[in-house]
């Protein structure tokens, strides 16, 4: 697999991540923000525990910013797992990035966009 294939895509409050050959969308939205802010009491306490390549806290977030519930909640662990908690932590600390922004795409990803969305005989 190529590093584009498996970083991350933003649209309009909405991250996609790839979890164990799924695309998995995670929401920038108050309800993530909420869940995230009441497990750990706060976002910087989330970063820490993602930095520190906590397990149950990458799939917290990951839960929380996908609405995920129930049997699909659960299959989250299992699909981190088989990712690799070093290659999903990025990821969750891109998202944690991304919530506290408000949902709006890191600079350098709205530039690319931005760029990629001008007709090409345009100037600027």
Known sequence: MTASSTAPRFAHGVMTIH?????????????????????????????????????????NVVNAAAGRVGKAAE??????????????????????????????APKSESVKADSEAAPSGEAG
């Open 75 to 104: 299959a989250t662990a299992e699909a981190i797992f088989a990712e690799g908690v070093i290659t999903v932590a990025p990821q969750v600390l891109l998202y944690l990035n991304f919530l506290a922004g408000g949902g709006k």
């Open 19 to 59: 979890l164990d050959g799924d695309d998995v969308e995670l929401f920038a939205n108050v309800r993530a923000s909420r869940t995230i802010c009441r497990l750990y009491g706060g976002l910087n306490q989330a970063f820490t525990n993602t930095n520190a390549f906590d397990f149950d806290t990458l799939v």
